[in-house]
């Protein structure tokens, strides 16, 4: 889809069959994948939402490959068109060629009606002193949130945090700062960063702002700072 492959990229393979075959499918998942090649490992997608996906490492020398199997017309949701290595008959071709891709992009109320909440639960992590979590909760925030919006405002299609060392070269030193040690006061400034830098890249004119949560969860983040500073 981007044109971009290097000797560090997987391969998404995706393998299209008659609903008639599901089960047998199914069940023959990595018999099939190990006839693709020197299997070493392989599982399937669930922790990702996606039960349909077989993730393989193949080697050596190591090949990640993911193996997407669908019935036709779940094609049809789809982020990008695939390039057809081989179809019998052309009910795939004429399938993608009636239908578009299209990628998610993050609806910027659901950000906004989430993101307070989640400063908030970082200010009564980091009041614990449970630095770890304050942390995953920092990466997560910046990934779903952070990241996304950097793509959009840098015009590229919003890959989490993908790529951004490459595409966003003029948010790198404000990024840099939403990632924190293991330290209170690291995690404080992280967290402090990370809602300076939302708040430069929301979307206000396409929202309705929740102003109260965003003032409460900041008081509270100051005031757990201050208490656990003295």
């Known amino acids: 889809m981007y044109g971009e492959m290097d000797e560090y990229s997987d391969l998404d393979l995706i393998i299209v069959y008659d609903h008639a075959f599901r089960s047998e499918i199914m069940e023959r998942r990595h018999q099939i994948a190990e006839r693709l090649g020197s ?33 036709l017309e779940e094609l049809e949701s789809r982020i990008e068109n695939p390039l057809i290595l081989w179809e019998r008959g052309s009910d795939i071709t004429t399938f993608l060629s009636k239908t578009s891709p299209s990628f998610p992009f993050p609806n910027h109320q659901w950000i906004e009606d989430r993101f307070w909440v989640w400063v908030h639960y970082c200010a009564t992590k980091l009041g614990r002193g449970e630095l770890f979590e304050v942390i995953d909760t920092l990466t997560f925030m910046r990934n779903a949130v952070l990241g996304p919006l950097v793509h959009m405002d840098n015009g ?25 040690i293991h330290n209170f006061e690291s995690c404080y400034d992280a967290l402090k960063n990370t809602i300076r830098m939302y708040q430069r890249l929301r979307h206000v004119s396409e929202i309705s702002p ?11 983040l100051d005031d757990v700072y201050l208490e656990r500073s003295q």
């Open 210 to 220: 929740k102003e109260a949560a965003e003032r409460v969860s900041i008081n509270f």
């Open 39 to 71: 299997l070493l490992s392989a599982f399937t997608g669930e922790h990702v939402g996606e039960p349909r996906l077989l993730i393989c490492l193949y080697g050596p020398p190591p090949l990640h490959v993911d193996l997407k199997f669908v019935q």
């Open 156 to 180: 590229l299609i919003p890959r989490g945090v993908r790529k951004l060392e490459k595409y966003a070269l003029n948010d790198l030193e404000e990024l840099k700062g939403t990632v924190p």
